[in-house]
């Protein structure tokens, strides 16, 4: 078994009101000098058995099926297991 | 300039539908050997210094604004910037 993460972020010229809102709550809760916020996705994959197959796959519903290409970028990782 | 990174995923005793949605999906596009998808929420803080005290600060937001601690966990790590 291995796990293996997407994380879905938007675009860094695209507006992120989500991320914006968070911004705009820190000074209230007297956190500073936390200069940008971007929220995002992610996904966490428990693969049977990992293969350059299979991450090529993972690959391809992150782009298809996880994301929105035209706004998002994606990342993939295999994460270790504790 | 440091990037913080707060992903908060929903408790594993907790139903995830969105997860279960992608994972019946999978199958339709042709993708086998996914046993459980999870989806949750990742937070990209731009932090001007890093300080353990703002890192304790990090944590404690992490906490009480971008988690539900009911039912959701949290992890904050430091992200190497590329």
């Given amino acids: ?3 293996v993460v997407v994380d879905v972020m ?3 010229e695209i507006l992120d009101p989500q991320g914006k ?3 705009g709550a820190l000074p209230r809760l007297g956190v500073s000098g936390v200069v940008d916020v971007r929220q995002g996705k ?3 994959l428990e ?3 990992l293969s350059d197959e299979r ?3 993972i690959h ?3 782009e298809k099926l996880l994301s929105n290409p035209v706004i998002e ?3 993939v990782h295999v994460e270790e297991q504790a």
């Fill in 1 to 3: 078994m291995a796990r």
């Fill in 10 to 12: 938007l675009k860094p």
């Fill in 21 to 23: 809102a968070v911004h």
């Fill in 42 to 44: 992610r996904f966490e």
């Fill in 47 to 49: 693969v049977d058995e």
């Fill in 55 to 57: 991450l090529a796959q």
């Fill in 60 to 62: 391809d519903i992150a």
């Fill in 73 to 75: 970028d994606y990342r």
